[in-house]
């Protein structure tokens, strides 16, 4: 008797060939959704904290916002520019909608306010970008066990039957059917091998996803305010001009 994989493989009914192939396919999506997100992730750090490095210096010194607003064309794959990015240009632009109106503190602080709910829905547009794959890792890591668990339980009916039925070599104990119970309980092996990596990964994800969105809220927060501080009391222009500080780390 071969107990080998390969043997058992070529020993296995056709319900728990099934199983074992779509448990490989699942495999095999995890590790796609897995790599994926990592280099997403790896790349969007990276970018982002470049991002609010170049940004600092820009936004901290007079006259440079308008450059600060040109810096998200530079980091398009930067989740924290595509947040921080459109609220600066939604500040300046603001302002010179306003005219002469800008001198009000009411006004500038209702552009802010605007502006500031702005970065809002666009951290949560982030957020849901970097999430997706995530729920069907989840949805893998869960289901796994129970598609191996419904080969083994499947393979084991099978090798009852056989036991109690002699023309299938029935009659001869349990070593008579032990390759059909090994068989069985491979399904399950394998499923709780998919369940096990996808979880894992899974859960990394998230803790690195937590972390990324810490970044770009304390950043977010920050520049808007120091918009606010930089906007009380100020002329228009000095307005636009006013510098702000970003977290970078």
Same mark, same amino acid.
Do not use: C
């Given at each position: 008797?071969?107990?080998?994989?390969?043997?058992?493989?070529?020993?296995?009914?056709?319900? @728990?060939?099934?199983?074992?192939?779509?448990?490989?396919?699942?495999?095999?999506?995890?590790?796609? +959704?897995?790599?994926?997100?990592?280099?997403? !992730?790896?790349?969007?750090?990276?970018?982002?904290?470049?991002?609010? =490095?170049?940004?600092?210096?820009?936004? %901290?010194?007079? $006259?440079?916002?308008?450059?600060?607003?040109?810096?998200?064309?530079?980091?398009?794959?930067? /989740?924290?520019?595509?947040?921080? $990015?459109?609220?600066?240009? &939604?500040?300046? %632009?603001?302002? &010179?909608?306003?005219?002469?109106?800008?001198?009000?503190?009411?006004?500038?602080?209702?552009? +802010?306010?605007?502006?500031?709910?702005?970065?809002?829905?666009?951290?949560?547009?982030?957020?849901?970008?970097?999430?997706?794959?995530? /729920?069907?890792?989840?949805? +893998?890591?869960?289901?796994?066990?129970?598609?191996?668990?419904?080969?083994?339980?499947? $393979?084991? +009916?099978?090798? !009852?039957?056989?036991?109690?039925?002699?023309?299938?070599? $029935?009659?001869?104990?349990?070593?008579?059917?032990? @390759?059909?119970?090994?068989? =069985?309980?491979? *399904?399950?092996?394998?499923?709780?091998?998919?369940?096990?990596?996808?979880?894992?990964f899974y859960n990394f994800f998230v803790t690195k996803l937590d972390q990324f969105s810490a970044v770009i809220e304390d950043s977010a927060g920050e520049l808007?305010?120091?918009? *606010?501080?930089?906007?009380?009391?100020?002329? /228009? @222009?000095?307005?636009?001009?006013?510098?702000?500080?970003?977290?970078?780390?």
């Amino acid at each position: 008797m071969d107990f080998s994989l390969l043997g058992l493989w070529n020993q296995m009914g056709a319900v @728990a060939k099934v199983v074992v192939l779509i448990l490989l396919g699942m495999s095999v999506y995890a590790i796609g +959704i897995v790599l994926e997100r990592f280099l997403t !992730f790896r790349k969007g750090k990276q970018q982002s904290l470049a991002y609010l =490095a170049a940004l600092q210096p820009l936004v %901290s010194t007079r $006259g440079r916002l308008g450059e600060a607003v040109a810096l998200t064309n530079s980091y398009k794959d930067a /989740p924290a520019a595509r947040v921080m $990015g459109p609220a600066l240009n &939604d500040f300046v %632009s603001g302002l &010179d909608s306003l005219g002469a109106a800008a001198g009000d503190a009411v006004e500038v602080e209702l552009l +802010i306010h605007g502006v500031t709910r702005g970065m809002e829905r666009a951290k949560k547009r982030e957020a849901a970008a970097l999430q997706r794959g995530l /729920p069907v890792l989840a949805t +893998i890591s869960s289901s796994a066990p129970f598609v191996g668990l419904f080969g083994t339980v499947f $393979g084991i +009916i099978t090798a !009852f039957q056989q036991m109690a039925d002699p023309a299938k070599g $029935g009659g001869g104990g349990l070593a008579s059917v032990s @390759a059909g119970i090994a068989e =069985a309980l491979l *399904t399950t092996a394998v499923g709780l091998a998919v369940a096990i990596g996808s979880v894992w990964f899974y859960n990394f994800f998230v803790t690195k996803l937590d972390q990324f969105s810490a970044v770009i809220e304390d950043s977010a927060g920050e520049l808007a305010d120091q918009l *606010t501080r930089s906007t009380r009391g100020a002329a /228009p @222009a000095a307005a636009v001009n006013a510098g702000a500080t970003v977290t970078t780390a």
